[in-house]
């Protein structure tokens, strides 16, 4: 039995060498005649699939127990503070699964719950991408307003080798 999922939905191939006829128990009381058959299951768990083959007068049986993960959610809430540039993201989502943060301004992270240093007041498109691979993913945007801020900066100019202070009689 091979096994290709995402989220609850399942398809399954079957490996038999030359069987002609397939019956399928899905482990959840349903049932298929297909070789290669996809099924919806109504939530995550284990469950034990058994396929009988079956070719001429011949039968054989095999059974193996599929763990059916949650459905990929991306979900995130948003912490700003006043006259800050800087953003905190928590993920609201399924956080077994990795997560890709796009900023809305070029900058990427790969967290559940980063925090963000934004360069410039003004709204960005935040995206997260919740998913196990690109095939079988969830997004959320989100318009995020990084607030007015004031950074103060001190520099100092000096010139090398001369005295910070001379006095003359």
Do not use: M
């Amino acid at each position: 039995i091979a096994l290709d999922t995402c989220g609850q939905q399942i398809r399954l191939n079957s490996q038999s060498a030359a069987g002609d006829q397939y019956k399928w128990e899905l482990g959840d009381s349903e049932k298929s005649q297909k070789a290669e058959p996809s099924h919806k299951y109504a939530e995550a768990g284990n469950y034990p699939v058994t396929l009988f083959s079956l070719s001429g007068g011949c039968r054989d049986t095999a059974t193996q127990l599929i763990e059916v993960p949650p459905l990929p959610r991306a979900g995130f809430s948003v912490d700003t503070e006043s006259c800050s540039p800087r953003v905190a993201f928590e993920s609201t989502g399924t956080i077994d699964y990795p997560h890709l943060w796009d900023f809305g301004n070029g900058d990427t992270a790969v967290a559940k719950s980063p925090s963000k240093r934004y360069r410039r007041s003004d709204s960005f498109e935040v995206q997260l991408v919740v998913g196990p691979e690109a095939r079988c993913t969830d997004t959320q945007k989100q318009q995020v307003q990084v607030p007015a801020y004031v950074e103060a900066d001190v520099s100092v100019k000096s010139k090398p080798c001369q005295p910070l202070l001379s006095l003359e009689a």
